[in-house]
């Protein structure tokens, strides 16, 4: 996969975030716009997180040394970025979970969609960190693995979780 396709895939997901976050409803609660906020902030950092696979995938593929050269350095900047990066984001999707269990679940209900999705959403985050830990300790081809499972059905499941209607 030629690297631009990665990097549109980026932008496309930031911009129909942002639009479907801001534009799709709105409230006059500011507890329930804040939830909001802290969810599009913590997507924010785990789309960094996700990308990780794209640069290793980019960093073996390619042919050319000077792409290679510099998306290892830059892989190894980011890397010492993944674990706080992966911390914040839990920190925010807590607070947010929080916020629209307490705020919405009586409202909306606690078996609506949005809210079973959201439950899915933070089971995978934690099977995902758990999956990091493990391949931090010790690296095998299992453990390697199941990270990269993990992160990209967590991935799946709070892009469907983010883009379903309330
Ligand atoms: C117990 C867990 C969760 C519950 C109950 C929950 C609930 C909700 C609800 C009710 C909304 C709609 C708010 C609105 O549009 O006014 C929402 C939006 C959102 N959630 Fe969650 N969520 C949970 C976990 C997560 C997780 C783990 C993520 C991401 C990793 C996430 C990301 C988002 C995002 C980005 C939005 C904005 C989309 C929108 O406004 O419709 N949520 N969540
Ligand atoms: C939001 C949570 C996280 C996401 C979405 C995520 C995602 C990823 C992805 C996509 C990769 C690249 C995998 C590959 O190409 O094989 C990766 C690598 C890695 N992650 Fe995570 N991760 C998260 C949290 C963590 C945590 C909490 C730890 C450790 C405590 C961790 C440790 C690692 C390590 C050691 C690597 C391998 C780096 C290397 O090969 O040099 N991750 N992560």
Redesign the pocket.
């Known amino acids: 996969m030629p690297y631009y396709v990665w990097i549109i895939i980026n932008v496309l997901f930031i911009i129909g975030?942002v639009l479907?976050?801001w534009g799709?409803?709105s409230?006059d609660s500011t507890v329930?716009l804040l939830?909001?906020l802290l969810?599009?902030l913590?997507?924010l950092l785990?789309l960094i997180n996700v990308n990780m696979y794209f640069i290793f995938l980019v960093i073996r593929k390619s042919k050319v040394r000077n792409v290679k050269v510099a998306l290892s350095k830059l892989s190894r900047k980011m890397m010492r970025a993944h674990i706080p990066i992966a911390l914040a984001g839990t920190s925010l999707?807590a607070l947010?979970?929080g916020i629209?269990?307490f705020q919405?679940g009586e409202i909306?209900g606690f078996f609506h969609p949005?809210?079973i999705t959201?439950?899915f959403?933070?089971f995978m985050?934690a099977l995902t960190l758990f999956a990091g830990v493990l391949r931090h300790k010790k690296a095998s081809g299992f453990r390697r693995k199941f990270h990269l499972t993990t992160a990209m059905i967590f991935a799946g499941v709070?892009i469907i979780?983010?883009f379903l209607p309330?």
């Open positions: 975030s479907y976050i799709a409803h409230y329930i939830g909001k969810a599009q913590a997507i785990f999707i947010h979970a629209m269990l919405l909306i949005k809210m959201g439950y959403a933070i985050l709070f979780h983010l309330l």
